[in-house]
Nanobody, 116 residues
Framework: QVQLVESGGGLVQAGGSLRLSCAAS????????LGWYRQAPGKQRELVAT???????NYADSWKGRFTISRDVAKNTVYLQMNSLKPEDTAVYYC??????????WGQGTQVTVSS
């Protein structure tokens, strides 16, 4: 059974930074692809970025380099470095996992709130 546990969310001021972490347990094969999605109130869950076990990344166009995804394969942990945060970034951020780019597993989510 694959479990994904996010951490690192919180309250920051606009322009600040946060680093989210997601520790995955279970088969590394089942978490060949790890990623981050976010969901703001009243909006659909949207892709932020994904990364494969081999280090191949995929970013949504919306963030234009403000966010960086990385992965520690040995620890089976994925990170999201978020810089220059804006109030519009306020959302619940979810860690995702699967054996391909289509997410199968989800974490509980971590709240990120950016104040003006």
């Amino acid at each position: 059974q694959v479990q994904l546990v996010e951490s690192g969310g919180g309250l920051v001021q606009a322009g600040g930074s946060l680093r989210l972490s997601c520790a995955a347990s279970g088969s590394k094969f089942s978490t060949n692809v790890l990623g981050w999605y976010r969901q703001a109130p009243g909006k659909q869950r949207e892709l932020v970025a994904t990364i494969t076990r081999g280090g191949s990344t995929n970013y949504a166009d919306s963030w234009k380099g403000r966010f960086t995804i990385s992965r520690d394969v040995a620890k089976n942990t994925v990170y999201l470095q978020m810089n220059s945060l804006k109030p519009e970034d306020t959302a619940v951020y979810y860690c995702s996992g699967g054996w391909n780019v289509d997410p199968v597993y989800w974490g509980q989510g971590t709240q990120v709130t950016v104040s003006s």
